[in-house]
């Protein structure tokens, strides 16, 4: 259980131009970074400073969407769309339920 940001593996994509909301996220993991799960976990907001239990959002990776995108181009989508469908391909990002504001990534 840990938060890492790999920006090795991220600036191929960047170079190209996809997927700009990464920066964004790694960009707020750096500025705040929280010990964060798969499950909702209890932690003091970086922002309003309450003590909250996280809200939870299942997000695709870049790693995802790439994987994705070369299973359409081997014809095998179907397995892409199982990808989508399933839960391990995605990040879990955290979010005070309070002021909404970001807390961190658990990144599988
Ligand atoms: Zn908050």
């Known amino acids: 259980m840990h938060v890492s940001v790999s920006l090795s593996n991220d600036m191929p ?3 190209l131009g996809y997927w700009p909301d990464s920066f964004v996220s790694v960009y707020f993991i750096k500025m705040s970074t929280q010990p964060v799960g798969p499950e909702p976990v ?3 907001c970086p922002s309003c400073h309450q003590q909250v239990v996280t809200r939870t959002e299942p997000k695709a990776t870049t790693k995802t969407h790439l994987i994705a995108l070369i299973m359409c181009l081997t014809c095998l989508w179907p397995c ?3 990808l989508y469908c399933t839960q391990c391909a995605r990040n879990t990002e ?6 909404n504001a970001f807390v961190g990534t658990y990144e599988r």
């Open 13 to 15: 994509l960047a170079i």
């Open 42 to 44: 209890n932690v003091v």
């Open 80 to 82: 892409a769309c199982c």
């Open 94 to 99: 955290h979010f005070c339920p309070s002021c």
